[in-house]
């Protein structure tokens, strides 16, 4: 589900679901794992970098599953990542 990248993770938009956020439309969530307590959540895709601030979601209780699905799956990365080897 969630897929890991250089710096976080990527939580992808549901499939089947085409959004647009200030004329961009996001393939998922960027959650950028940072050091100490805290990560980041920002649009992934093409010209993510334009939709900055808030987070506009669709009203739409299946989406909303399912991209909580995929942030859920960023954490289980982050906890497997913990765990010594």
Known sequence: MASKVRNGYIAPTPK???YVVDGVSPSGVFVQHMVGAKVELHYAGEGAGVALGEFHLPN??????????AITSVA??????????
Do not use: Q, Y
């Open 16 to 18: 089947g679901v085409n």
């Open 76 to 85: 289980k990365e982050i906890e497997d990542s913990r765990k010594p080897r």
């Open 60 to 69: 739409d209780p299946k989406f909303l599953r399912d991209i909580a699905k």
